[in-house]
């Protein structure tokens, strides 16, 4: 498809202006001529040219709408269209953020509620939803780890972290100045205890652990986890990236985590945006509550306020107050589900995960064979044993069968990985379908492992030379590329 | 209403297949004495259209004034219509960040186009596909140019927006870097002197903003010889991205990147998110910056395609080499802004020009106030401070006739008690105007 800059021809316009209805004034006159730009190049498109075009670049997008999405650890649950109606609501929207508390009433109920509500979800004393995004509140949860030990006096300078952790951990631990140490796991799938009392001692902060983990398992040994990493002082934190596995069926504050992380756009059914706005509240216990950035949200008798004054906070994570439209949907999410309807959905997608397991064990390689949580992790190896087709290849043939692939490649600890989240949003028929296409695949790797080599078939373009993109980047258009 | 579409029956069949009794026992793994025993303590559930009427009534406890004179880091840009039509295309608000290239060539031709709108407008040779805000942005280039350069000292002019001085803070405390404060003179621009004495061989950066937070307008190419005399770096910050319709751009004028709120270009206030930041910088950078970029390659029949590029700077891969964690961007927000800067195409010069034909006018009927005076001389957008007799008792008596007044300065700089800082915007009529004016008088 042509670039919008391609389209474009001198003289045409998409927008009118308004008359300028005070007296003018030449612009060279208030400004200094060095200070002003020449041009301004941006395309010139009529108003139709325009909407063809972006309604053309969303005809070769995929989304929830269009099909299943079983990218594990991302929770591509469907999301409902009330959310986004209540959103757009003037009331919500047409607010500046230095708007007087006064004018601000009902926005500054919702993020209360909302932090009372995730609170109590996840058994935690507190919650700030400053944070733009999952890996944003991740840095913000170790930059109060950080806080914490600094206010006790206390020099720590590692951070454990499983060997399959996501790639957002260590980068977090170290933009905070700590040192990464990685924690290795067991034959089950579970942190490697005797490992971790060897590498626990009083020079750790913490421990991150993502629960269920990347392998889609719930860590059975938690209590034994808590219990070494507490003994020594250190801090547990709880990447929530798959929280979608135990709403309303266990609580992290009661599992002795002290930090949890949080992604609206995962759990509470927030769109994903093609990858963002999300938001990424931050959870802590009791202890860690005077570290929680600045402003927070108050209630006076039957107002509320912001309030600043917090001296040990970390201090300002993002401008305003974090990506509010997005908590809108989330509250939104809640109300609507209430207390049954979250834990019918983590039932759901948990049952979802373990018939998708079932259904393929024959026919992929199943390396952690134990009752799975929200996903379920399997390995391409048979495939690249037994005809040379590798998981890349299984997921660009899953594209001529009309889903989107699950995660593949990870988490790393699994050769040829493909992990896959289905949510409990998804109906039988369809989980079926895809573990069907899921079956031919298999087939066809032994009978024809060229037509997977060779995949995707159908979409607006063939698979896509990534090495190329790399080695000549090309990342903004110019005249003199045509 | 909890969106599951399982029959009794599905049930039932998918239990038998797993081989499980209860549901119950698909949590085996959770030691039982952890298994919440009780339901949640939260609200009960609603129907739709209960969730609905609850939730404007919730909307409606707001009040939106009917005139906004704020600026301050958010702005009022009238919407064109097309905009909220293509974001609310669900095959864009629906996906996730295009990993499979293949399925997702409509968001990552969109975030190509978008990143060469942003370079062109800045002056600068690369932008990425956005980062969470301006304030987030400005900080992770400072906390780039620190491990780039491997320097510990970051120098920020007291001219940038408070919020994002407070925001670099944070991010340079957990790194372990310095921040130094420096000054403005009197025209409210960066005191060059002050600022040339705060670099010296340990400064990584200097952060400098323009317009900057008392909307005056700064000459990033009168203080980058003292940046690059010392080998740092200069990142020039925006608050007002309309303000690049018609203010040189800063990496013309020698900033090595340039970084920013693009909220003014198609996405509402929301009382403060969610917006985008911008994030461009020069050639040299392009393996370096922090967040996605789309790239531009071929596909195996030779046709032009598009895919998330250089990953290798990621942080999925890089891991505890990370020079960012971020591993998302804005990119709805970003959409919003790519169809708005394509819909205002070279107009939107002009409509810098009619945000700064209106804050003209404002300014000069607010000085026609008796005690009301200039806080600075120099050249400024759609924003400027004003020194006035009693800011509080300005601010609600515009309050209670329904106006946002403007931002109380005194909060952050003490020296500036008695100041307000004002926006005017394409939004503001004459009529308000003089409104406002007559109510002040």
């Given at each position: 498809m042509e670039l919008i800059y391609e389209k474009s021809r001198p003289g045409r316009r998409a927008c009118s202006l308004p008359v300028c209805d005070v007296p003018e004034i030449?612009?060279?006159?208030?400004?200094?001529?060095?200070?002003?730009?020449?041009?301004?190049?941006?395309?010139?498109?009529?108003?139709?040219?325009?909407?063809?075009?972006?309604?053309?670049?969303?005809?070769?997008?995929?989304?929830?709408?269009?099909?299943?999405?079983?990218?594990?650890?991302?929770?591509?649950?469907?999301?409902?269209?009330?959310?986004?109606?209540?959103?757009?609501?003037?009331?919500?929207?047409?607010?500046?953020?230095?708007?007087?508390?006064?004018?601000?009433?009902?926005?500054?109920?919702?993020?209360?509620?909302?932090?009372?509500?995730?609170?109590?979800?996840?058994?935690?004393?507190?919650?700030?939803?400053?944070?733009?995004?999952?890996?944003?509140?991740?840095?913000?949860?170790?930059?109060?780890?950080?806080?914490?030990?600094?206010?006790?006096?206390?020099?720590?300078?590692?951070?454990?972290?499983?060997?399959?952790?996501?790639?957002?951990?260590?980068?977090?631990?170290?933009?905070?100045?700590?040192?990464?140490?990685?924690?290795?796991?067991?034959?089950?799938?579970?942190?490697?205890?005797?490992?971790?009392?060897?590498?626990?001692?009083?020079?750790?902060?913490?421990?991150?652990?993502?629960?269920?983990?990347?392998?889609?398992?719930?860590?059975?040994?938690?209590?034994?986890?808590?219990?070494?990493?507490?003994?020594?002082?250190?801090?547990?934190?709880?990447?929530?990236?798959?929280?979608?596995?135990?709403?309303?069926?266990?609580?992290?504050?009661?599992?002795?985590?002290?930090?949890?992380?949080?992604?609206?756009?995962?759990?509470?059914?927030?769109?994903?945006?093609?990858?963002?706005?999300?938001?990424?509240?931050?959870?802590?216990?009791?202890?860690?509550?005077?570290?929680?950035?600045?402003?927070?949200?108050?209630?006076?008798?039957?107002?509320?306020?912001?309030?600043?004054?917090?001296?040990?906070?970390?201090?300002?994570?993002?401008?305003?107050?974090?990506?509010?439209?997005?908590?809108?949907?989330?509250?939104?999410?809640?109300?609507?589900?209430?207390?049954?309807?979250?834990?019918?959905?983590?039932?759901?997608?948990?049952?979802?995960?373990?018939?998708?397991?079932?259904?393929?064990?024959?026919?992929?390689?199943?390396?952690?064979?134990?009752?799975?949580?929200?996903?379920?992790?399997?390995?391409?190896?048979?495939?690249?044993?037994?005809?040379?087709?590798?998981?890349?290849?299984?997921?660009?043939?899953?594209?001529?069968?009309?889903?989107?692939?699950?995660?593949?490649?990870?988490?790393?600890?699994?050769?040829?990985?493909?992990?896959?989240?289905?949510?409990?949003?998804?109906?039988?028929?369809?989980?079926?379908?895809?573990?069907?296409?899921?079956?031919?695949?298999?087939?066809?790797?032994?009978?024809?492992?060229?037509?997977?080599?060779?995949?995707?078939?159908?979409?607006?373009?063939?698979?896509?030379?990534?090495?190329?993109?790399?080695?000549?980047?090309?990342?903004?258009?110019?005249?003199?590329?045509? | 209403m909890d969106y599951v579409p399982h029959t009794a029956e599905d049930q039932r069949a998918m239990m038998k297949t797993v081989g499980i009794q209860s549901l119950e026992e698909l949590f085996a793994d959770i030691p039982t004495r952890y298994r919440l025993r009780r339901l949640l303590e939260l609200p009960p559930a609603q129907s739709e259209a209960e969730v609905f009427d609850f939730m404007k009534g919730m909307g409606d406890e707001n009040v939106p004034p009917r005139i906004t004179l704020m600026g301050a880091g958010s702005y009022h840009h009238y919407i064109p219509a097309v905009v909220g039509h293509v974001i609310s295309r669900s095959e864009f608000y629906t996906a996730y960040t295009p990993y499979q290239a293949e399925i997702s060539q409509g968001i990552l031709q969109a975030i190509y186009e978008y990143q060469t709108m942003v370079a062109k407008l800045t002056g600068t040779q690369v932008a990425n596909a956005s980062m969470y805000d301006g304030a987030t942005a400005m900080a992770e280039a400072a906390v780039l140019s620190a491990k780039i350069l491997n320097r510990g000292k970051i120098v920020v002019v007291k001219s940038v927006h408070p919020e994002y001085r407070q925001v670099v803070k944070t991010y340079a405390w957990a790194n372990g870097y310095e921040v130094v404060e420096t000054g403005y003179r009197k025209s409210g621009q960066i005191d060059a002197e002050a600022l040339r004495a705060a670099i010296d061989e340990n400064t990584a950066t200097v952060l400098i903003q323009s317009p900057n937070f008392f909307g005056v307008i700064e000459d990033p190419g009168a203080v980058e010889k003292a940046v690059h005399e010392k080998g740092s770096y200069l990142v020039c910050g925006f608050t007002e991205a309309t303000s690049l319709g018609i203010l040189k751009p800063a990496g013309e004028a020698g900033a090595d990147f340039v970084v920013g709120e693009g909220q003014s270009f198609g996405n509402p206030m929301n009382y403060g998110g969610p917006y985008l930041g911008i994030f461009a910088s020069t050639g040299q950078f392009l393996r370096k910056i922090p967040g996605r970029l789309a790239g531009a390659t071929v596909d195996k029949e030779k046709q032009r395609g598009f895919v998330l590029t250089l990953q290798t700077r990621e942080q999925h891969i890089r891991r505890e080499k990370a020079t960012s964690n971020i591993c998302s961007n804005e990119a709805l927000c970003a959409l919003a802004a790519s169809v708005y800067l394509a819909c205002l195409g070279k107009n939107l010069k002009r409509l810098a020009e009619l945000n700064i034909q209106k804050a003209r006018y404002l300014r000069e009927r607010l000085l026609t106030l008796k005690g009301w005076e200039p806080a600075f001389p120099g050249p400024v957008y759609n924003e400027f401070v004003l020194r006035c007799p009693d800011p509080g008792r300005v601010n609600e008596n515009l309050q209670s006739a329904g106006i946002l007044g403007g931002y109380d300065v005194g909060r952050h700089f003490p020296e500036l008690k008695d100041g307000l800082l004002f926006c005017a915007t394409e939004m503001l009529k004459k009529d308000d105007i003089d409104d406002v004016v007559s109510i002040l008088a």
């Open positions: 030449p612009v060279e006159q208030l400004i200094d001529r060095s200070l002003l730009r020449e041009d301004v190049d941006l395309p010139e498109v009529a108003e139709i040219d325009l909407v063809r075009h972006y309604t053309g670049l969303s005809r070769r997008n995929f989304g929830v709408d269009i099909g299943f999405y079983p990218l594990g650890s991302c929770t591509m649950k469907y999301n409902p269209k009330i959310n986004e109606e209540v959103a757009r609501l003037p009331g919500f929207t047409a607010l500046h953020p230095y708007a007087p508390e006064i004018f601000a009433q009902g926005n500054l109920e919702l993020m209360y509620e909302l932090r009372k509500y995730l609170s109590e979800i996840f058994g935690m004393a507190d919650f700030t939803l400053q944070p733009a995004a999952g890996a944003h509140g991740e840095l913000t949860g170790v930059m109060i780890i950080k806080k914490y030990f600094e206010k006790k006096g206390q020099k720590r300078s590692k951070v454990l972290i499983p060997d399959m952790a996501h790639g957002t951990n260590p980068a977090s631990v170290a933009l905070c100045g700590f040192q990464v140490v990685t924690v290795h796991s067991n034959a089950e799938g579970g942190v490697d205890l005797e490992g971790l009392r060897g590498l626990m001692t009083e020079d750790v902060a913490g421990l991150m652990l993502t629960n269920p983990n990347t392998l889609g398992l719930f860590e059975r040994n938690i209590e034994e986890v808590s219990n070494i990493v507490h003994g020594k002082g250190g801090l547990l934190y709880c990447d929530g990236a798959n929280a979608n596995a135990f709403l309303g069926i266990t609580r992290p504050g009661d599992l002795g985590f002290d930090i949890i992380h949080l992604n609206l756009h995962k759990t509470f059914s927030t769109p994903h945006g093609c990858g963002g706005p999300g938001a990424g509240p931050l959870g802590v216990s009791r202890d860690l509550v005077p570290y929680l950035p600045v402003p927070r949200v108050i209630q006076k008798g039957r107002r509320y306020a912001w309030d600043g004054n917090y001296p040990d906070s970390i201090g300002r994570v993002r401008s305003f107050f974090g990506n509010f439209n997005v908590m809108v949907k989330a509250y939104t999410y809640i109300r609507s589900l209430g207390p049954e309807g979250l834990k019918r959905a983590s039932e759901n997608a948990v049952l979802n995960a373990n018939y998708i397991k079932e259904r393929l064990r024959s026919y992929y390689q199943l390396p952690y064979d134990r009752i799975c949580m929200h996903e379920c992790v399997f390995s391409g190896e048979r495939q690249v044993k037994e005809s040379g087709v590798h998981t890349t290849d299984i997921a660009k043939r899953l594209l001529d069968y009309g889903f989107h692939p699950p995660t593949i490649y990870f988490p790393l600890i699994v050769r040829e990985a493909i992990m896959i989240e289905p949510n409990e949003t998804e109906s039988r028929e369809t989980l079926d379908a895809f573990c069907d296409a899921m079956i031919a695949i298999a087939k066809e790797a032994r009978e024809n492992p060229e037509l997977l080599k060779s995949a995707p078939h159908t979409t607006p373009v063939k698979r896509l030379d990534d090495v190329l993109a790399a080695r000549k980047p090309d990342v903004c258009w110019s005249i003199d590329c045509m | -």
